[in-house]
């Protein structure tokens, strides 16, 4: 009796298994004598779509996958049937209710709507984060985890030196601990068979020399070695803005094409435990190579070239990894001549980061032709319908397997006070994705976006497993397991706070000084205000301030409560700065920003989970438009 499975069952059905006892126990206070389920995975190919039937008894009964991770997300589906719900990252989130045997009955089949399902690392993390992140991926139906750079170094440094906070004081964390984290995290991934994506930025910095592991200034100088075939701009070879991330190469050099594919294909030999290896070129734009080789063709039909080679290379080494490309700034346009000669190993990848998120994807008002490309004079599109004509005129050359890229939870959020808003954009857009012709979603995104809930992660998830989900269901759903019995007053009022919002005036979009965003984020002081005194009441009523996480366990209501005070109190400050902003009142508005960075900064320690401040205060600097106070520059007293 217990949870049965063949003995020679991988890692991630053990996992299962212990999972799904560790549940039941608690659930049913004891794992019943009588209760056997069987779990196992049916045969099924690795091009299947994830799929997982329930079939149980009062006394037990049978849970199977077409693969290991499906049997997995089966296991969490069933717990979710049973009233478990997984409201956050790490145990402080979860609900997990006390039922009797007679509960256990089920009887359903599900099968995910996408291949693609996952989330890419961004923001500052410490490795329990993001251990905490992968452990809750397959809870609420993602399949894949994608870690940047060959080292995630930057996102775990940024938070280890506390970047942005001078409350704290840097710890050491180098290059070698990150390849360190590196390794416990994949394992992780491992054993819950999840899909791993690797690497994308970096592989030009790589190619001129560099380790390149982050988007940071480079220390010296390029070497003459390799100066010669980096990117020609403003008529010189060198580092653009002097960082390797960001530089692009000569790609009309044999010695530069044969550098970079070369290093993509030792990679790949090296690493046979990465599913889908992201070939990307530098980040930022209007930095590709003016020399007149480079000029008498275009960026992607130099992609496609290389793209080639390194597939060519791969093959005759007999290695199966899928190669994702990227169409991103200067690759939106679809090359002129070139085509990828070996379909099969590739998947695009749609990136429309410069997207307005005032509304989802629409498939009206597509152009049918591109604007002309410029070389170094890119505008990037905005508007969804010239965003999906790029798609459209790469579609028309290659007809693989694909997926979209996208950032609501990556800078756009922090622009939605609510959270509300951008879950429904989130669950409008994955509706879209079958009529664009793509099969799955990657998040670039913040792994802590959970203030005041995570509500936009649980929405993507959900949705992107089953895409019929209606995002109403989801949202009274989530709202009523953290808040109880006065969900619907707090969905009221963080609605509210959506609907005064705007995603795209955070995200740098438009002019700085707007009377209508002033008039919304005037309305949104007020309606912060009103709503303090009465979550104050609330939580003085229950008598509890909790601030140790084992007390938030006992009783996780708290937890959300608490996460509500500290949020309204950042969404008055922030919404007070914006409003001084967009009255063209910079010197109050970075005054108010100050207040919020120190509001941030002295809370940290408390909702380090939840919240990425690091990120917070860097986009409303890069992009919504403040600046620290000079006499502010050094750390806080």
């Known amino acids: 009796m217990g949870i049965v499975y063949d003995e020679r069952a991988s890692e991630t059905i053990v996992f299962a298994a212990e999972e799904l006892e560790r549940y039941l126990e608690q659930m049913l206070d004891g794992f019943p004598k009588q209760l056997e389920i069987c779990i196992e995975t049916e045969n099924g190919s690795e091009k299947d779509l994830d799929e997982f039937q329930i079939q149980m008894e009062e006394n037990g009964g049978r849970i199977t996958g077409n693969h290991d991770r499906s049997v997995l997300i089966g296991v969490y589906d069933y717990l979710h049937t049973l009233g478990c719900r997984f409201l956050l990252p790490g145990k402080s989130g979860e609900r997990i209710p006390k039922i009797s045997p007679g509960d256990l009955k089920a009887s359903y089949t599900k099968r995910a709507s996408f291949r693609h399902r996952g989330v890419c690392i961004e923001g500052a993390d ?6 905490d992140f992968i452990d809750w991926l397959p809870k609420v139906g993602y399949n894949s985890f994608f870690l940047q750079f060959q080292v995630p170094y930057a996102f775990l440094a940024r938070w280890y030196h506390h970047e942005e906070n001078p409350y704290r004081e840097p710890e050491p964390f180098t290059r070698e601990d990150a390849k360190d984290c590196m390794q416990k995290l994949e394992q992780e991934i491992k054993r819950r ?44 070879r060198k580092l653009f803005k002097g960082i390797p991330a960001d530089t692009n190469l000569c790609y009309h050099s044999g010695e530069a094409i044969e550098t970079f594919a070369s290093l993509v294909t030792d990679y790949a030999r090296k690493n046979p435990k990465v599913d889908y290896l992201h070939i990307w070129l530098a980040d930022e734009y209007n930095n590709v190579c003016e020399c007149p080789d480079c000029q008498a063709t275009t960026l992607s039909d130099q992609y496609v070239r290389l793209l080639n080679e390194i597939d060519r290379r791969l093959t005759a080494e007999h290695l199966k990894t899928k190669l994702v490309f990227l169409l991103y700034q200067e690759l939106l346009w679809p090359p002129e001549k070139e085509r990828l000669r070996n379909p099969e190993r590739f998947v695009l990848m749609f990136a429309p980061i410069s997207r307005t998120f005032e509304a989802s994807y629409s498939l009206k008002e597509i152009p049918e032709e591109l604007p002309e490309y410029v070389r170094n004079q890119v505008v990037l599109p905005t508007s969804l319908g010239e965003n999906l004509a790029y798609l459209r005129g ?10 979209v890229y996208d950032y609501p939870l990556g800078r756009a959020h922090y622009g939605d006070f609510g959270y509300v808003h951008i879950a429904r954009l989130i669950s409008g857009d994955i509706k879209k994705l079958n009529d664009m012709g793509l099969d799955g979603y990657i998040s670039c995104q913040e792994l802590r976006a959970a203030l005041p809930n995570a509500l936009p992660n649980y929405m993507m998830g959900y949705t992107l497993f089953q895409q019929e989900t209606d995002p109403e269901d989801v949202i009274r759903e ?40 002033a008039g919304r984020m005037e309305e949104l002081v007020k309606t912060c205000r009103l709503f303090s005194d009465a979550c104050q009441a609330e939580t003085a009523n229950r008598g509890r301030h909790r601030s140790q996480d084992q007390e938030w366990r006992q009783h996780p209501e708290d937890l959300f409560w608490e996460l509500l005070i500290y949020h309204q109190g950042a969404a008055l400050r922030l919404a007070q700065s914006v409003f001084y902003l967009a009255k063209n009142e910079r010197e109050r508005a970075f005054e108010a920003w100050e207040d919020l960075r120190r509001y941030l900064c002295q809370g940290e320690a408390k909702f380090q989970p939840y919240v990425d401040v690091y990120r917070i205060l860097e986009v409303t600097q890069k992009y919504t438009g403040f600046r620290k106070q000079l006499e502010n520059e050094c750390r806080f007293a």
């Open 126 to 131: 410490s490795l329990e984060n993001i251990l």
């Open 478 to 517: 989530y709202f009523q397991a953290a808040y109880g019995a006065c969900w619907e007053k707090i969905f009221r009022y963080l609605e509210q706070l959506s609907a005064l919002s705007c995603c795209d005036y955070m995200n740098g979009k438009g002019s700085r000084e707007n009377e209508a965003v």
């Open 193 to 236: 068979g999840l899909l791993l994506h690797k690497v994308g930025h970096g592989w030009t910095g790589e190619a001129l020399g560099y380790q390149t592991a982050s988007w940071d200034f480079a220390k010296a100088e390029v070497t003459p070695q390799t100066r010669r075939f980096a990117a020609v701009t403003a008529g010189e």
């Open 394 to 403: 790469w579609q028309k050359i290659f007809s693989g397997d694909s997926f």
